[in-house]
């Protein structure tokens, strides 16, 4: 891959919801997810890199190196993609092995592998390729309060039940919240594994920013980004430890007693107390 | 023995998955010597240098949370991509509705650790690989915050901040004695590629929210 990115980076991303569930938790008849110590709402790395994946595969349909690795939906569309370009490939050498040449296909030839590396092993084993982005628990800023909402329908599923003549149905929902999610990127993961460059990385911002955009759905009410604050260190290893870059960002509460019920609810206060050797870039 | 370090780390949460608890992962009470290595291989390492962990503080409360996600039961074959490499007409990507399997995880909240370790030179050392060399940059980087990757607690999702400790260690949560049972301490690779690494084991005790590995191992390790 042309130019792997040079720089090791660190993000803040701030996302909010109103009357949605951002992420369902199985184990509790998919309420919002909490967190029972503290009553903070949760959002798992893997459902914001769930919409990492469909931004995309949504944008960049059928362009080759750029496909998605774990899919959601329909597989069938698949089966019409062109072969595999096996133009790229150096022609088979005895000295390596071959485990090698398969992870450096994977990774040229997908995105997701490429950001977020992927397991690959059988009885010949492939390894797993450590991806440079990392991301961890998204969580809210206040406790959350999750809200039961029934619904009903003027329409039956069953034959029998024709004389209900309606159905009930629950959706969860969240008035508002605020989400704070925080990730790192490795720039020598990127260099000497992956392959993850340039373009690549301004995609993946991209995708931070908009990939709500495109995830509307009943359940999900109003989602977007609302702050993407990058931190790019000047050097491969960086400059600085990353949870003093992430304390630069405070976010503070301004409606008083009552609950936030807006983005303006809130202050962002990001400080330009910035060490050496890391710029602050806020991409929204 | 004479350039040890001790780093501090901390994370919101943790999960050292106990290896006969996998499918649902279910965490050890304490992180492993094994993941701790990880750690500090994620700051620094070269194949001149091998990390040991001496001791491990506990500094707080242990305390669990339990979390379900859905997650991907397969993994890649490596059959296919070859195919795929060889221009052949292949379905390599994975659905996830349909290879899709609830699993619930038992993690651990608010933990920190202090990790006293050293390294030794391995067999790869060359003439220029002296171990005050490596010591120094490895101080460098814990000092200033530098990593080759943003190390974890057991999992990618869980990010360690470390910070290297100048001062005394701060005290731990735990009094007196406690045991913890037999723990993963480590995997003994092999030399050659083809046998598969070697899980060892060894009775993880605390004292004072204090494990000190090498002594705990002496009392037996099982593998």
């Known amino acids: ?10 993000f803040v991303l701030l996302f909010d919801v109103e009357n949605g569930n951002p992420n369902g938790d199985p184990d509790m008849g998919n309420m919002p997810r909490v967190d029972p110590q503290t009553g903070h709402g949760i959002v798992t790395d893997v459902c914001l890199k769930r919409k990492v994946r469909d931004f995309i595969d949504m ?17 069938l569309n698949l089966q019409n993609k062109k072969a595999y370009d096996s133009l790229g490939i150096e022609p088979k050498g005895k000295k390596d092995s071959p485990d090698v040449r398969a992870t450096e296909f994977m990774c040229k030839n997908f995105f997701d592998i490429r950001t977020f590396g992927a397991v690959m092993s059988t009885d010949v084993n492939c390894g797993q390729v450590r991806g440079p982005v990392q991301i961890n628990f998204g969580r809210s800023i206040d406790p959350i309060f999750q809200q039961e909402v029934t619904v009903t329908r003027l329409a039956v599923t069953k034959e ?16 508002y919240a605020l989400y704070r999610t925080e990730g790192y990127i490795s720039a020598n993961l990127a260099n000497k594994t992956t392959g993850f460059n340039e373009d690549d990385l301004e995609l993946f911002w991209d995708s931070l920013v908009n990939m709500f955009e495109h995830d ?69 | 023995m004479g350039f040890g370090f001790r780093l501090k780390v901390w994370g919101d949460y943790a999960c050292f998955t106990r290896p006969e608890m996998k499918v649902e992962r279910v965490s050890y009470d304490v992180i492993t ?16 240098i091998s990390w040991k962990i001496d001791k491990i503080h506990i500094l707080n409360q242990i305390k669990f949370d339990n979390i379900r996600r859905n997650e991907v ?5 490596v059959s296919k991509i070859q195919k795929a490499m060889n221009g052949e007409e292949v379905e390599l990507c994975q659905d996830a509705n349909q290879d899709r399997a609830q699993r619930a995880s038992l993690l651990l909240r608010d933990v920190c650790y202090c990790i006293e370790a050293h390294f030794e030179m391995t067999k790869k050392a060359g003439s220029d690989d002296t171990p005050e060399k490596h010591y120094n940059v490895a101080l460098r980087r814990m000092r200033k915050g530098q ?44 030399e050659d590629p083809k046998v598969e690494a070697k899980p ?20 037996g390790g099982l593998s």
Request: glycine share 8%.
């Open chain 1, 1 to 10: 891959m042309s130019n792997p990115i040079k720089n090791r980076y660190e």
């Open chain 1, 59 to 75: 944008v960049k349909t059928g362009e080759p190196g750029y496909d998605i690795y774990v899919k959601s939906g329909a597989i």
């Open chain 1, 160 to 175: 029998e039940d024709i004389k209900k003549g309606q159905t009930m149905g629950k959706k969860q929902i969240l008035p």
């Open chain 1, 216 to 284: 509307h759905s009943a359940a999900r009410g109003k989602m977007s980004a609302r702050k993407l604050i990058v931190f790019k260190h000047a050097t491969e290893l960086g400059s600085c430890q990353a949870h003093k870059l992430f304390d630069l960002v405070k976010i503070n509460k301004n409606s008083g007693d009552l609950p936030p019920r807006s983005f303006s609810d809130y202050d962002i206060e990001i400080s330009q107390d910035v060490p050496d050797g890391v710029e602050l870039i806020e991409k929204l």
């Open chain 2, 33 to 48: 010597p094994s993941a701790a290595r990880g750690i500090l291989e994620a700051i620094y390492w070269k194949p001149a």
């Open chain 2, 73 to 77: 039961l397969g993994t890649i074959p």
């Open chain 2, 147 to 190: 990593c080759y990757h943003y190390p974890y607690l057991g999992c990618r999702e869980f990010p360690a901040h470390f910070e290297y400790i100048e001062g005394d260690i701060p005290c731990s949560y735990y009094s007196g004695e406690r045991d913890l049972g037999f723990m993963l301490w480590d995997l003994e690779f092999s």
């Open chain 2, 200 to 219: 060892v084991f060894y009775r993880a005790c605390m004292s004072d929210g204090i494990i000190d590995v090498e002594k705990c191992l002496c009392y």
